[in-house]
C-alpha cells in the first residue's frame, strides 16, 4: 500500500492512495490503522509529509560512484549525520534557497521510515522494524559542507529535507530505480542495488547507535551525480513503486 498524510476540510488525515484517490483511514499506521468510509480525490485535497519523525538520519557516501565523484573513500561504517526536523518540508512545498551559500544541491534518496521503537536490531530482523520507503531530497549548501568538518549547517536550513510523497510498503527497498530531474531534465539515475549498505545493515547500525522511534526516518545516501540548483527551478525525486517528489526552488 501508498500511505499518505493529508489534509482536506480542514483536518490532517492519513490514507491509502488508490489510482486518483486517497481512501480514508482511520488511527496512525504505527498502530491501529482501519479503513474508513470517506474516499478523497487527490487533486482537492494538501499531501502533507507522509510521516512525523522524531529525528531524521542522513547516510553519507553510501554508493560508491558518489564517494568517487566527490573523491572520498567509501567508509567501513556508515558515515551518519542528523537534520534537523525544522528542515522538513513535504510535497510541493517551495525548498528556500538561503543567503549564506552560492551552492545549493540536490540529493535524490530512498528515505526508511520506522515502524515501531527499534533498539539493537540485527540485520536479520530489521525488516520488521521498517513500515516502508519513501522519496527524500537532502539538500545541501556544498560550498559549506567542503569547507566545514560537520555536516549540520550544510544540511539542517529549513526546508532542505522535502519528503513524500507516500510510504510505500511494498517495495524491494535494495533493488529500486532512483531518479533526479530538475527542470524536465534527468540529473540522477541511479539503482539501490549500489547501497554500500543496504536498507537491513543501516537499520541495525543505526539502532545500535539510538533508538529509532515509531515514524522516524533514515535517508540512505544519494547515487552520483549531484549538482547545484538555482531559484526558480523545479527538482523532482522518483523511485520505482514509491512515486514522485517535487519541489519548486525560492530565493
Ligand atoms: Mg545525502
Known amino acids: 500500500m501508498k500511505i499518505v498524510r493529508f489534509k482536506a476540510a480542514g483536518k490532517t488525515r492519513y490514507g491509502v492512495l488508490d489510482g486518483t484517490h486517497i481512501v480514508?483511514?482511520?488511527?496512525?499506521?504505527y498502530g491501529t490503522f482501519k479503513k474508513a468510509r470517506k474516499r478523497w480525490p487527490v487533486k482537492q485535497v494538501v499531501?502533507?509529509?507522509?510521516?512525523?519523525?522524531?529525528?531524521?538520519?542522513?547516510?553519507?557516501?553510501?554508493?560508491?560512484?558518489?564517494?568517487?565523484?566527490?573523491?572520498?573513500?567509501?567508509?567501513?561504517?556508515?558515515?551518519?549525520?542528523?537534520?534537523?526536523?525544522?528542515?522538513?518540508?513535504?510535497?510541493?512545498?517551495?525548498?528556500?534557497?538561503?543567503?549564506?551559500?552560492?551552492?545549493?544541491?540536490?540529493?535524490?534518496?530512498?528515505?526508511?521510515?520506522?515502524r515501531k521503537r527499534c533498539r539493537h536490531a540485527t540485520p536479520e530482523r530489521a525488516r520488521e522494524y521498517v513500515l516502508g520507503y519513501t522519496c527524500l531530497n537532502d539538500i545541501t549548501a556544498r560550498d559549506i559542507e567542503l569547507r566545514e568538518h560537520h555536516r549540520t549547517r550544510a544540511k539542517a536550513f529549513d526546508t532542505f529535507c522535502p519528503i513524500g510523497p507516500c510510504i510505500a510498503t511494498n517495495i524491494d527497498p535494495n533493488a529500486a530505480e532512483i531518479e533526479t530531474w530538475v527542470n524536465g531534465e534527468r540529473r540522477q539515475a541511479g539503482n539501490t542495488k549500489g547501497f554500500v549498505f543496504p536498507v537491513e545493515d543501516v537499520v541495525a547500525r543505526v539502532s545500535a547507535v539510538?533508538?529509532?522511534?515509531?515514524?522516524?526516518?533514515?535517508?540512505?545516501?544519494?547515487?552520483?551525480?549531484?549538482?547545484?540548483?538555482?531559484?526558480?527551478?523545479?527538482?523532482?525525486?522518483?523511485?520505482?513503486?514509491?512515486?514522485?517528489?517535487?519541489?519548486?526552488v525560492i530565493k
Open 210 to 248: 539510538m533508538t529509532l522511534l515509531a515514524g522516524d526516518v533514515i535517508a540512505t545516501g544519494t547515487p552520483a551525480g549531484v549538482g547545484p540548483l538555482q531559484p526558480g527551478d523545479r527538482v523532482e525525486v522518483r523511485i520505482d513503486g514509491i512515486g514522485s517528489l517535487k519541489n519548486p
Open 47 to 114: 499531501l502533507l509529509t507522509p510521516v512525523v519523525p522524531t529525528k531524521i538520519v542522513g547516510l553519507a557516501l553510501n554508493y560508491r560512484e558518489h564517494a568517487e565523484e566527490m573523491r572520498l573513500a567509501v567508509p567501513e561504517e556508515p558515515l551518519i549525520f542528523l537534520k534537523p526536523l525544522t528542515a522538513l518540508c513535504g510535497p510541493d512545498d517551495p525548498i528556500i534557497y538561503p543567503s549564506q551559500t552560492n551552492r545549493v544541491d540536490y540529493e535524490g534518496e530512498l528515505a526508511i521510515v520506522i
Open 24 to 29: 480514508e483511514y482511520s488511527g496512525t499506521p
